[in-house]
């Protein structure tokens, strides 16, 4: 769990930035990697977080530099269902900010879109524990939202027929 202490120390460093500028209070929506290991659903070696992006305001960027490597990941080009924050893990430890992991299902269907190997072997992990109802919800939600961009939903659902037929979903 080296890996996991490691991230929680930086996201934990962010916070005292956030703090220390005084930036209003905010809440991060982990998935990938990251949140794979900061929830305790994977242990294997990553250093960059990807984020979900809430359309935060520009100082929230002085404190994400502080975590080195990170994405943010456009909400309208990321197959994330709508009722993602329903399932999200609040992770203790956080006084300032509010850090949360998306639940493992949600963190699957993310990573439909591209099924590339890494992906393939996360999912192959995470499978095992995972709701395939739910895990059919949040596809169903995901293809209904009419703010996800149609030439992402044109590769989600190329890639959905792939996932469907490997893990029987």
């Known amino acids: 769990m080296h890996e996991r202490e490691a991230l929680f120390n930086l996201l934990k460093d962010a916070e005292k930035i956030a703090k220390v500028l005084q930036i209003r209070p905010f809440s991060l929506y982990l998935l990938g990697g990251s949140a794979c290991i900061l929830g305790e659903y994977l242990d294997r070696a990553t250093r960059d977080?990807?984020?979900l992006d809430l359309n935060y305001p520009s100082q929230v960027g002085k404190v994400l530099r502080?975590?080195?490597d990170f994405d943010l990941l456009e909400?309208?080009?990321t197959p994330i269902a709508p009722s993602f924050k329903e399932r999200a893990i609040k992770l203790e430890g956080f006084e300032y900010i509010r850090v949360y992991v998306l639940s493992?299902?949600?963190i699957v269907v993310s990573k439909i879109i591209r099924l590339d190997e890494k992906d393939i072997e996360d999912i192959d992990k995470l499978m095992p524990s995972c709701n395939k109802e739910l895990i059919n919800k949040i596809i169903?939600?995901?293809l209904s939202r009419k703010d996800f961009f149609e030439t992402k939903k044109k590769r989600f659902l190329e890639k959905?027929?792939?996932f469907r037929v490997k893990y029987d979903v």
């Open 104 to 106: 493992k299902e949600d």
């Open 49 to 51: 977080f990807d984020i």
């Open 66 to 68: 502080f975590l080195g």
């Open 160 to 162: 959905l027929e792939i």
């Open 75 to 77: 909400y309208e080009s």
């Open 140 to 142: 169903e939600e995901i």
